[in-house]
């Protein structure tokens, strides 16, 4: 036992000497444990710069994309102005080729032309188209009443109609001063056979008591609702009922427009109408007249008897402005023809006389 002990303490010592080796595979691991704190440190902000040039790298390829789209956009644009101006030109040149006589384009570009020219000026082609067909028709208008657009028991068996001149209507009796009269230029229309132009048209038309015998008020009712249908919507009217005194409809506050849906109003209203009342057409005369535009025509009707009204009156209204033709119609009574036909030769108007069987 003691023999084994010394053997081992001999062992031992001998590696506690002086010439005991190094652990010199140990050194380094020592120091790179020592020094792996700082090189980790290192490495993490290796990262982090590279992590910031990823994001800038990334930045800048955004807006170079957005610079592109940009730049692209740009180009289209300029490219399409580019081609419009080129197109216009060209139509341009086309189109004073074609007013020089130049040479006929071909069938797709003509129709282009045609085209782009109804959208410059529409309204102006409207507006001869319509006053050409406008022109024809006041040519073509009858000088009598259209026994179609009164009730069916009225026609021209039991309705006579007289004017003046060389020109008798049905069954006239060679009375009155003419068979048209004219307002000035523009729109046409007529009452009870009587044509006159211009463009605004006064209505002073009785509806007295005595209107109620043989149906009288409706068939001037009809005539009026007529007149004011023919008017084109460019033209103006105003209407005023007279008996003791001057009506006018609810919805009259000064001149009308003659548009289809003003005068389905105006119609509708006249249809309910009923007569009563004198025959003073005075207040009705002086209304018309108060308005700030003046007439150019107007259409005066009574079926009776005037009194306390003369002719010089309406003169006294024409004489202090521009010439109104005041047309004048007796219907179904003759006894104040004289007042009636004074008025209408005063002012250039056309008198007529209308009577109504069994009135």
Request: a negative charge; glycine letters at 10%; hydrophobic letters at 40%.
């Amino acid at each position: 036992m003691e023999r084994r002990l010394r053997s081992y303490h001999v062992t031992t010592g001998a590696h506690n000497g002086r010439n005991r080796p190094k652990p010199a595979s140990y050194g380094p691991l020592v120091n790179d444990r020592a020094d792996s704190p700082s090189q980790v440190a290192t490495l993490q902000a290796k990262v982090v710069d590279l992590a910031q040039t990823i994001a800038e790298l990334q930045a800048q390829r955004e807006a170079l994309i957005r610079k592109r789209r940009r730049n692209l956009l740009l180009v289209g644009v300029a490219v399409s102005l580019a081609v419009h101006l080129g197109l216009l030109a060209y139509l341009d040149l086309l189109n004073r080729g074609l007013s020089g006589g130049g040479s006929s384009p071909p069938v797709a570009i003509e129709f282009a032309t045609l085209h782009e020219q109804e959208l410059i000026q529409p309204e102006k082609i409207e507006f001869d188209d319509l006053l050409g067909e406008l022109t024809a028709e006041l040519d073509d208008l009858p000088h009598e009443v259209p026994t179609a657009d009164l009730p069916a028991d009225v026609s021209a068996a039991n309705l006579e109609i007289s004017s003046a001149g060389a020109m008798p209507t049905l069954g006239g009796s060679g009375d009155g001063t003419g068979g048209e009269a004219l307002g000035g230029g523009g729109a046409g229309t007529s009452f009870f056979g009587v044509s006159s132009r211009g463009t605004r048209f006064a209505y002073i038309v009785d509806v007295s008591g005595s209107m109620g015998q043989a149906r009288k008020i409706h068939i001037a009712m009809r005539e009026l609702s007529r007149s004011i249908s023919e008017l084109p919507d460019y033209a103006y009217f105003y209407i005023v009922l007279f008996s003791s005194g001057a009506t006018v409809p609810p919805m009259q506050d000064d001149w009308n427009r003659a548009r289809p849906s003003t005068v389905r109003h105006f119609i509708r209203w006249l249809g309910q109408v009923d007569p009563g009342g004198g025959t003073q057409p005075r207040s009705a005369f002086e209304l018309v007249f108060s308005l700030k535009e003046r007439p150019d025509v107007i259409f005066f009707m009574t079926d009776g008897q005037i009194t306390n009204f003369s002719a010089d009156e309406v003169a006294a209204h024409t004489s202090r402005g521009r010439r109104v033709v005041i047309n004048t119609i007796a219907f179904g009574d003759p006894t104040s023809q004289d007042l009636l036909r004074e008025i209408a030769r005063q002012s250039g108007g056309v008198y007529r006389f209308v009577t109504s069987g069994g009135g």
